[in-house]
C-alpha cells in the first residue's frame, strides 16, 4: 500500500521558516516525480514544486514560490522535504505531497496523495 505522509507544519510568524517532510513507502519511486501542492481555505488547490525522484536535480517551482522555497529529497530516508523561507501570510495553507510519472504543475496527473499538514503564518 502506498503511503505518502506529511509532516512539519505549524504556526509561524512572518518571515519565518518550516521544513515539511513527505516519508514515501509501499513502491519505488524510481521514474516518479515527487511534487508539493497546496490548498488555501476558499481557494483552488495551488502547485508549488516538484522534484525528479531519480536525480533530485531537477526541479520546478511556482512563481510565487521561487527564491523562498526549496524542494529536495532524501533517496536513502525515501523522504521529500519541501523548505521554506521567508514566509508570507499568503503561504497558509494546507500542504500536499504528491507522486506521479510525469513532471506536471497539474494535480490531476498524480496518483498517490499525502493527506496534508497545515501551515498557518501570523501577520
Known amino acids: 500500500q502506498v503511503q505518502l505522509v506529511e509532516s512539519g507544519g505549524g504556526l509561524v510568524q512572518a518571515g519565518g521558516s518550516l521544513r515539511l517532510s513527505c516519508a514515501a513507502s509501499g513502491r519505488t519511486f524510481s521514474n516518479y516525480y515527487m511534487a508539493w501542492f497546496r490548498q488555501a481555505p476558499g481557494k483552488e488547490r495551488e502547485f508549488v514544486a516538484y522534484i525528479s525522484w531519480n536525480s533530485g536535480s531537477s526541479t520546478y517551482y511556482a512563481d510565487s514560490v521561487k527564491g523562498r522555497f526549496t524542494i529536495s529529497r532524501d533517496y536513502a530516508k525515501s523522504t521529500v522535504y519541501l523548505h521554506m523561507n521567508s514566509l508570507k501570510p499568503e503561504d497558509t495553507a494546507v500542504y500536499y505531497c504528491?507522486?506521479?510519472?510525469?513532471?506536471?504543475?497539474?494535480?490531476?496527473?498524480?496518483?498517490?496523495w499525502g493527506q496534508g499538514t497545515q501551515v498557518t503564518v501570523s501577520s
Open positions: 504528491a507522486a506521479g510519472r510525469i513532471p506536471t504543475i497539474s494535480g490531476a496527473r498524480y496518483e498517490y
